[in-house]
């Protein structure tokens, strides 16, 4: 695929110069949600190479383990929302109709092409006026194969970006009899992703899990508690006994508009409170809900509810709202 290799050497070309310093875990960070996935395939190799070439500070990794034990970069543990694979491997799926990546070996998953995210009862694409679905040539890719292209860019530009990579579904695989977490964590230290110094967020929805990690498996790395439903934050005390952070919805910093001003729940404060970084998902210029455009969004979150950092589809944006901020 031609156009999609320049693409990948003309924005190499971009990110080599100036070269920058690496950024300390004081300042606003803006973290590429799945690379700049509102320009090209989430969690493919070429969205993460258009994300480092936008300057963030770290890059997202969503990471399952396939039949072989290999930790592969996917928002799911499901197969059928970004590839092809119910036309490669039709007889593969379990009763409930899904694909499951653990059912592949790592061979197998290199064979299907990804593509933008869709309805895999439908066939509509998520995000209409995003990258065409089924166009390009995309594939999937190792946890590893991932760390390597960005070590490697950081080694030819000079940068320090990071990396910021999730357990997904825990209990799911260790049900399948599959320990991810280890898996992930030995990966991290082979790569010399060891401590808080180390450029290495690691985030969990599991709140068991990630205590686990802290705690029984002794990880040094930052970590950073991802929350999904409102009651959770009430246990921001707990959550500061083996967390770094927090991950909130982003409607969970939220409260209410007043004369068309935002008003906030004492989320970010209450964090803050007990030194607990604070990095809400997600910010998409083409999904703004309450919003009427996305610089009121960025203002709203990363100056007047003053969190520490997002997740964002659409990096370059954060990245200049920060600058000129």
Same mark, same amino acid.
């Given at each position: 695929?031609?156009?999609?290799?320049?693409?990948?050497?003309? @924005?190499?070309?971009?990110?080599?110069?100036?070269?920058?310093?690496?950024?300390?875990? %004081? #300042?606003?960070?803006?973290? +590429?949600?799945?690379?700049?996935?509102?320009?090209?395939?989430?969690?493919?190799?070429?969205?993460?190479?258009? +994300?480092? +070439?936008?300057?963030?500070?770290? !890059?997202? *990794?969503?990471?399952?383990?396939?039949?072989?034990?290999?930790?592969?970069?996917?928002?799911?543990?499901?197969?059928?929302?970004? #590839?092809?694979?119910?036309?490669?491997?039709?007889?593969?799926?379990?009763?409930?109709?899904?694909?499951?990546?653990?059912?592949?070996?790592?061979?197998?998953?290199? $064979?299907?092409?990804?593509?933008? &995210?869709?309805?895999?009862?439908?066939?509509?694409?998520?995000?209409?006026? &995003?990258?065409?679905?089924?166009?390009?040539? @995309?594939?999937?890719?190792?946890?590893?194969?991932?760390?390597?292209? !960005? *070590?490697?860019?950081?080694?030819?530009?000079?940068?320090?970006?990071?990396?910021?990579?999730?357990?997904?579904?825990?209990?799911? /695989?260790?049900? =399948?009899?599959?320990?991810?977490?280890?898996?992930?964590?030995?990966?991290?230290?082979?790569?010399?992703?060891?401590?808080?110094?180390? %450029?290495?967020?690691?985030?969990?929805?599991? $709140?068991?899990?990630?205590? &686990?990690? &802290?705690?029984?498996?002794?990880?040094?790395?930052?970590?950073? *508690?991802? !929350?999904?439903?409102?009651?959770?934050?009430?246990?921001?005390?707990?959550?500061?006994?083996?967390?770094?952070?927090?991950?909130?919805?982003?409607? *969970?910093?939220?409260?209410?508009?007043?004369?068309?001003?935002?008003?906030?729940?004492?989320?970010?404060?209450?964090? /803050?409170?007990?030194?607990?970084?604070?990095?809400?998902? $997600?910010?998409? +210029?083409?999904?703004?809900?309450?919003?009427? !455009?996305? =610089?009121?969004?960025? =203002? #709203? @979150?990363?100056?007047?509810?003053?969190?520490?950092?997002?997740?964002?589809?659409?990096?370059?944006?954060?990245?200049?709202?920060?600058?000129?901020?």
């Amino acid at each position: 695929m031609k156009s999609i290799s320049l693409f990948l050497v003309v @924005f190499s070309l971009i990110s080599c110069k100036p070269k920058v310093k690496s950024e300390k875990m %004081n #300042t606003k960070i803006v973290i +590429a949600h799945r690379g700049a996935s509102g320009y090209l395939p989430e969690h493919t190799m070429e969205a993460k190479a258009m +994300a480092y +070439a936008m300057n963030v500070n770290f !890059i997202e *990794q969503d990471l399952v383990l396939s039949k072989d034990d290999v930790p592969i970069v996917i928002h799911d543990i499901y197969l059928d929302d970004v #590839t092809d694979v119910a036309t490669k491997f039709a007889n593969r799926k379990r009763n409930d109709n899904r694909y499951y990546v653990i059912d592949f070996t790592y061979d197998e998953l290199q $064979t299907l092409k990804v593509t933008e &995210r869709f309805n895999p009862k439908t066939g509509e694409q998520f995000y209409p006026n &995003r990258f065409p679905k089924g166009k390009g040539n @995309f594939k999937l890719h190792s946890f590893a194969e991932e760390i390597e292209l !960005i *070590q490697g860019l950081n080694k030819s530009t000079g940068k320090n970006i990071g990396i910021y990579p999730e357990i997904k579904e825990p209990k799911f /695989h260790q049900k =399948e009899g599959k320990n991810l977490t280890e898996i992930v964590l030995k990966t991290l230290y082979d790569y010399g992703y060891k401590t808080k110094k180390d %450029n290495c967020i690691l985030q969990c929805f599991d $709140t068991k899990e990630l205590e &686990r990690i &802290r705690k029984d498996l002794k990880s040094e790395l930052f970590l950073v *508690q991802l !929350i999904e439903f409102e009651e959770e934050a009430k246990n921001l005390q707990h959550f500061a006994t083996y967390a770094d952070g927090i991950g909130p919805w982003y409607k *969970q910093i939220l409260d209410k508009k007043v004369d068309g001003e935002w008003k906030f729940t004492t989320l970010v404060s209450d964090a /803050h409170q007990f030194n607990l970084k604070v990095h809400p998902y $997600t910010l998409r +210029a083409d999904q703004l809900d309450d919003f009427t !455009i996305f =610089e009121e969004m960025m =203002e #709203t @979150f990363l100056i007047a509810a003053n969190v520490d950092g997002v997740f964002t589809d659409f990096p370059d944006l954060v990245v200049n709202f920060l600058k000129e901020k």
